[in-house]
């Protein structure tokens, strides 16, 4: 079976720093865009961060560019979310997902529609 599995989620303080990770298995997806999702509740998931095959290429959301990196490890088959400067509206289950699409376009990154499979999620919260 495919998966992809996320790790590095906690309960924080505003100000602390996460890092979390997205490890794939039963199949590579080192020529896949990657995208980090989050989904806080009562409301919709949202696009985080993407990152291109190579690593070249990157996309943030408003609310967590300068704060949040996003990285990859092909030969690992592992993906990154950096996460600094935590803020309690960071709140949210974190999801990593393979894009099926291989344009980098923001329309393509911030579809949740083009990614395939997605992992589990894992949580984290941040207190003020």
């Known amino acids: 079976q495919v998966h992809l599995v996320e790790s590095g989620g906690g309960l924080v303080q505003a100000g602390d720093s996460l890092r979390l990770s997205c490890a794939a298995s039963g199949r590579t997806f080192s020529r896949n865009i990657m995208g980090w999702f989050r989904q806080a509740p009562g409301k919709e998931r949202e696009i985080v961060a993407a990152i291109n095959w190579s690593g070249g290429s990157t996309y943030y959301a408003d609310s967590v560019k300068g704060r949040f990196t996003i990285s990859r490890d092909n030969p690992k088959n592992t993906v990154y979310l950096q996460m600094n400067s935590l803020k309690p509206e960071d709140t949210a289950v974190y999801y990593c997902?393979?894009?099926?699409?291989?344009?980098?376009?923001?329309?393509?990154?911030?579809?949740?529609?083009?990614?395939?499979?997605w992992g589990q999620g894992t949580q984290v919260t941040v207190s003020s």
């Open positions: 997902a393979a894009n099926k699409i291989s344009v980098w376009s923001v329309l393509v990154l911030t579809t949740s529609g083009n990614y395939d499979p």
